[in-house]
């Protein structure tokens, strides 16, 4: 992007009145994508993490969090049950694990909703970092799109954010080989984070540009508890005008960014929802076009906890599925029931 191009962004993500700016964003998601948003059923099988996170709660130094990992028949179960009620693709997350069984773990499981399911259901995943022997063995046993959120374009500010044997180079390395396999991929950033500047967020766009990505989930960054990012010295009303400020600046990034890559799909994050309990439909009318509700069983729902508030943990899945369909009603856009959703994007960037 050019010099100007910054400006510009600059001028969208602090200057520009919020409602005309995501009016802006919404018309053109619309022009370009319909009154439609696409659903993925979120599965988060398992909270183990050998990651450390400051932000997050499941990092593996919090003693707190009960660990667990769904069986193989257990994710196979909640992919059917998504693909049964037309929800057209499928998120499969969990912490970050190295081993080679958790490889082949995966690996099965992916091949088993890909044999039953063929190309009718995409299967997406987001695992963290791995090998890139590993990222080709999910490849092949048929997963096809990885979300890899980059947290912040900014190295200085991810190295502050994370232990120091986490490296951004490597986690940008990672996106990189997600492309040359052939995955459909999807990056992100927290937005909010302490020491972010409007220029971070700037540069993030221009890095998702760089990058060339099809696919964005940003959020707000919510303090937990039970991280080092917490801070207990805050009173209610700061924090809550704090959670407001973040909120309203994420939907800022997301209409940017439907205004600077157009195509792309951005994902309308559930830690807006957390912060408002129309979060998710206001982020669509940002410019977002995916959701991904929680098909997770609730027992193990509530143990994936990235920060506190976590909606829906006590909802059963069937619920939140008459509910989203509701609640997009009510804004008078449609959910696109049946189709994988791939970003328009694909296959049109650049080599
Ligand atoms: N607040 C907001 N988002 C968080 N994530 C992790 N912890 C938090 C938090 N405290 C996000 C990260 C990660 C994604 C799965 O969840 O961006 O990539
Ligand atoms: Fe692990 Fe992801 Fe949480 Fe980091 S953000 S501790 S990698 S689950
Ligand atoms: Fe889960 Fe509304 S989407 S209760």
Redesign the pocket.
């Known amino acids: 992007m050019t010099g100007q191009e910054i400006k510009n962004l600059l001028f969208l993500l602090g200057e520009e009145p919020l409602e005309a700016l995501t009016a802006r964003a919404y018309a053109q998601k619309c022009e370009l994508l319909g009154k439609r948003v696409a659903l993925r059923g979120l599965i988060e099988f398992s909270n183990f993490c050998r990651k450390n996170c400051f932000?997050?709660?499941i990092r593996r130094d919090n003693a707190n969090v009960k660990r667990y990992r769904m069986t193989e028949d257990e994710i196979v179960a909640a992919a059917s049950w998504s693909a049964d009620r037309g929800y057209g693709s499928v998120v499969l997350q969990s912490g970050e694990v190295p081993s080679e069984e958790n490889a082949r773990f995966v690996a099965r499981v992916v091949s088993r909703i890909h044999e039953k399911y063929g190309d009718a259901l995409g299967i997406t995943l987001s695992l963290g970092e791995q090998s890139e022997e590993t990222f080709r063995l999910w490849r092949n046993a048929g997963a096809h799109r990885y979300l890899l959120?980059i947290?912040s374009s900014n190295p200085e500010l991810y190295a502050r954010i994370h232990p120091c044997d986490h490296s951004w180079q490597a986690r940008r390395d990672c996106l990189r080989m997600l492309k040359r396999l052939g995955y459909i991929v999807g990056t992100g950033v927290?937005v909010g984070l302490p020491g972010q500047t409007l220029e971070d967020l700037a540069n993030d766009i221009v890095f998702f540009a760089d990058e060339d990505v099809d696919m964005i989930g940003m959020?707000?960054?919510?303090e937990?508890p039970g991280t080092p990012m917490f801070n207990p010295a805050l009173d209610d009303a700061t924090r809550t005008a704090a959670r407001r400020t973040k909120f309203d600046l994420t939907l800022r990034m997301i209409a940017a960014v439907r205004l600077t890559l157009k195509d792309v799909n951005i994902a309308a994050a559930t830690?807006l929802q957390a912060i408002d309990p129309d979060g998710r439909e206001k982020g669509v009318l940002a410019g977002a076009n995916v959701i991904m509700p929680n098909v997770t069983p609730r027992a193990y729902c509530a143990a994936y906890r990235?920060?506190p508030n976590k909606p829906c943990v006590h909802e059963h899945a069937e619920a939140c599925r008459g509910c989203l369909e509701s609640r997009l009603k009510a804004i008078g856009e449609e959910i696109a029931w049946g189709g994988r959703g791939d970003p328009l994007h694909f296959g049109k960037g650049k080599a």
Not at 219 to 222: K, L, S, Y
């Open positions: 932000y997050c709660g959120r947290e927290m959020g707000p960054f919510i937990d830690a990235l920060y």
